[in-house]
């Protein structure tokens, strides 16, 4: 089976500049998610999906951050405007339920540098 | 507030001896444990889970084990093979669903 799918794969922006990510999770999966990976961290959970309604977004910075899920299938992560902290790695993942014993299926992630 | 610790950034081991990674967690809600693998430049990969109610789950070379009275886990790989050369995130969820917390990770080199 296809991965989750993501582009770009890297993006250098400058601070309070727009950026967007894009991800296409595994065909089937109803529960996609966004996680920032921080260098030197974990992944912490940004927006989780289940088909195109939210979950939970509690830790998305809302007043910057975006996420949409249309259809159920694509989503996109929009950052507006950028701030130096913003610089991580952006990892979408799916799975096939949003609940236990359902593993999550990661994309290769965007690494965002701000500067 | 971590409420998952791996508290050992790097870890060294001979080629064919075992290695073990820790993790630690203070979150009595949690009763689902999971090791992701991740190699440079790739999304993280489901390695092997354990659920609360067990104390030891085992699959080929992995294994983990809970110990849920001291709210730690850990993953024992036996034997290690350079292949094995990753960084390890240690993750727990909650019974609501799978939002799961990840610990800062163990760089695991394995060396021939």
């Known amino acids: 089976e296809a991965g989750v799918a993501q582009s770009p794969r890297y993006k250098i922006i400058e601070k309070r500049q727009s950026v967007a990510f894009w991800c296409n999770p595994i065909?089937?999966?109803?529960?996609l998610y966004w996680y920032q990976q921080i260098l030197g961290q974990g992944p912490k959970l940004l927006i989780q999906?289940?088909?195109?309604?939210?979950?939970?977004d509690s830790q998305l910075p809302k007043d910057r951050f975006s996420a949409e899920r249309l259809k159920g299938v694509d989503s996109t992560l929009k950052i507006q405007p950028a701030k130096l902290e913003d610089s991580a790695v952006y990892l979408c993942?799916?799975?096939?339920?949003?609940?236990?014993?359902?593993?999550?299926?990661f994309g290769n992630g965007t690494r965002l540098t701000v500067t | 507030d971590q409420q998952v610790k791996q508290n050992s950034p790097s870890l060294s081991v001979q080629e064919g001896r075992i290695s073990i990674l820790n993790c630690d967690y203070t979150?009595?809600?949690?009763?689902?444990f999971l090791w992701y693998k991740k190699y440079p430049a790739e999304g993280p990969t489901f390695l092997i889970s354990?659920?609360?109610?067990?104390d030891k789950n085992e699959d080929g070379r992995f294994t983990v084990f809970l110990n849920k009275s001291a709210k730690h886990l850990s993953l024992h790989i036996v034997p290690s093979q350079p292949g094995d050369s990753a960084v390890y995130f240690c993750?727990?969820?909650?019974?609501?669903?799978?939002?799961?917390?990840f610990g800062g990770g163990t760089r695991v080199l394995v060396k021939p």
């Open positions: 999906f289940q088909n195109n309604g939210v979950v939970d």
């Open positions: 354990i659920s609360s109610i067990k």
């Open positions: 979150n009595s809600m949690f009763d689902y």
């Open positions: 065909s089937g999966h109803a529960t």
């Open positions: 993942a799916s799975s096939l339920v949003g609940g236990l014993n359902s593993p999550l299926h």
């Open positions: 993750a727990a969820s909650g019974a609501a669903g799978n939002k799961l917390t």
